[in-house]
T-cell receptor
Framework: DAKTTQPTSMDCAEGRAANLPCNHS???????VYWYRQIHSQGPQYIIH???NNETNEMASLIITEDRKSSTLILPHATLRDTAVYYC?????????????FGKGTLLTVNP | NAGVTQTPKFQVLKTGQSMTLQCAQD?????MYWYRQDPGMGLRLIYY???????DKGEVPNGYNVSRLNKREFSLRLESAAPSQTSVYFC??????????????FGPGTRLTVL
């Protein structure tokens, strides 16, 4: 599975959009980009995933560049409860038994 | 639905003691996973069970054993605890339907300290 690079930390004002970047320059054609987050002391929570196209759900939007070497997770209106560590994970669609490999992620702090 | 439950929530052991961490899920998921998380680090996979009756090693299996007791339950055993096993342990489960994606559902964690 391809390796990902994320900033260590980011800040965002409450009510503003939070844009979290992720680089995955070695991603291959059958690998998806997944985002999870972990609120302090809790288990990780799935947010969104995508392959090529941009995706949106009730939690967030995922923008993947055309060359698929990077992506951005967007929380459109960040709240204090969105303060968490956000993990970008690249995973192939099969043959790996869907074993997630977590890096250190990005600590997003939403400020009042 | 309770989702993924783990017991105990907290545990303190002395070096050399043994214990079993319990995990159960009520979502009828096929796959289950055990991770550990050390301070300031991401989660690392210890063992996983792709389906009932099968188990496989993950990234850091040494010092642990697992049992997939039935479809619902997946336990993690420390036979002789060491201070290096002080960590937070998370269990997760995942459906393996043909068109499902990799959403893993995580339990609340067990905080283990080995003195």
């Amino acid at each position: 599975d391809a390796k990902t690079t994320q900033p260590t930390s980011m800040d965002c004002a409450e009510g503003r959009a939070a844009n979290l970047p992720c680089n995955h320059s070695t991603i291959s054609g059958n690998e998806y980009v997944y985002w999870y987050r972990q609120i302090h002391s809790q288990g990780p929570q799935y947010i969104i995933h995508g392959l090529k196209n941009n995706e949106t759900n009730e939690m967030a939007s995922l923008i993947i560049t055309e060359d698929r070497k990077s992506s951005t997770l967007i929380l459109p209106h960040a709240t204090l409860r969105d303060t968490a560590v956000y993990y970008c994970i690249v995973l192939s669609s099969g043959g790996s038994n869907y074993k997630l490999t977590f890096g250190k992620g990005t600590l997003l702090t939403v400020n009042p | 639905n309770a989702g993924v439950t783990q017991t105990p929530k907290f545990q303190v052991l002395k070096t050399g003691q043994s214990m079993t961490l319990q995990c159960a899920q009520d979502m009828n998921h096929n796959s289950m996973y055990w991770y550990r998380q050390d301070p300031g680090m991401g989660l690392r996979l210890i063992y996983y069970s792709a389906s009932e009756g099968t188990t496989d090693k993950g990234e850091v299996p040494n010092g642990y054993n697992v049992s997939r007791l039935n479809k619902r339950e997946f336990s993690l055993r420390l036979e002789s605890a060491a201070p290096s096993q002080t960590s937070v342990y998370f269990c997760a489960s995942r459906d393996r339907g043909m068109f499902t994606y990799n959403e893993q559902f995580f339990g609340p964690g067990t905080r283990l300290t080995v003195l």
